[in-house]
């Protein structure tokens, strides 16, 4: 009888302890995480690899919590993840709460080691050549991507990472090397919007290169030379595009507010001259602002 007793205590224990996980696990939420990226202005170059070996994400302060759920490392082509075209990365189990940052590892060769023969992260070129991207300091710390979201209790959030290549990747020194200097910001998709647009009386001979920036955030300063080669011409836009060959641009995963699009010419991938701007165009989220450009009226 004793003994019965105690396997009945025990059993109950058990399913005690089952339902307090069942119940613990039930709280969890579920972040899934792409990533994307605005064109560079490289007009040789083919290729963008990065090869991404872990996730962290900043629970609060200084620290990380690694995201064991990641597959990695995986390699991308993040040229081809331009005009709202987004890779997933994973889907990852976490407790529910407001974020702020992650951060990202790359299998980039350190600035002072030597021409690695097989790089974790290169350029490609459209004669095939390829090039290591180098990093500043080494990868060891990581590069952080900011922007705000909410993981609910037993519910999902679905968020970018746009890695922005173009003021990213900066080519540097006299033996022209280039370096890797990520400028990530998160955007959380269902907030996400996008303006489009169809291009009219455009000048001969020259490409058409929008850069979107926050209401009233542009200053003509940010069109001149780059101070270094360490920083990109136009350093504070939230993102850029490049008109395609049917004459028209596309700027993806914009948070929801007002912009003013700073529209300008470039040649063989060299900025000539600010056109004029277009203000106060409105993005909502979950939608996409048709905003048609006529050159000849800027």
């Not at 291009?199 to 020259?206: E, G, Q």
Request: proline content about 5%.
């Amino acid at each position: 009888m004793k003994k019965l007793i105690t396997l009945t205590a025990l059993f109950v224990f058990a399913i005690f302890l089952f339902t307090n996980c069942e119940e613990e696990d039930s709280t969890k939420g579920t972040l899934t995480l792409s990533i994307t990226d605005a064109p560079i202005d490289m007009t040789d170059v083919s290729g963008v690899y990065l090869t991404i070996t872990e996730i962290q994400l900043n629970t609060s302060g200084n620290s990380w919590i690694t995201f064991e759920e990641y597959e990695g490392p995986q390699t991308f082509n993040i040229l081809e993840l331009t005009d709202g075209v987004s890779a997933l990365l994973g889907s990852f189990s976490l407790d529910p709460g407001h974020y702020t940052q992650l951060r990202f590892y790359v299998d980039a060769p350190e600035l002072n080691s030597a021409n690695p023969s097989n790089p974790g992260c290169y350029i490609e070129f459209a004669d095939g050549s390829t090039e290591p991207l180098f990093v500043p300091s080494g990868s060891k710390s990581g590069w952080k991507a900011v922007g705000a979201f909410n993981v609910p209790i037993n519910g999902d959030v679905a968020i970018t990472a746009d890695f922005d290549a173009r003021k990213s990747i900066m080519e540097q020194g006299a033996n022209h090397f280039f370096i890797l200097k990520p400028t990530i910001r998160i955007i959380v998709d269902e907030q996400a919007g996008k303006i489009v647009g169809g291009l009219t009386n455009i000048p001969a001979d020259v490409d058409i290169v929008i850069y979107a920036y926050e209401d009233g955030e542009y200053i003509s300063d940010e069109a001149e030379d780059p101070v270094n080669d360490t920083t990109a011409r136009f350093p504070n836009a939230v993102t850029s595009d490049i008109a395609n060959d049917t004459d028209s641009y596309h700027l993806a995963f914009l948070a929801p507010m007002t912009y003013d699009l700073i529209v300008t010419t470039s040649i063989d991938g060299e900025f000539q001259e600010v056109l004029g701007i277009v203000e106060d165009v409105v993005v909502e989220d979950r939608s996409t602002t048709s905003q048609p450009i006529d050159l000849s009226l800027l």
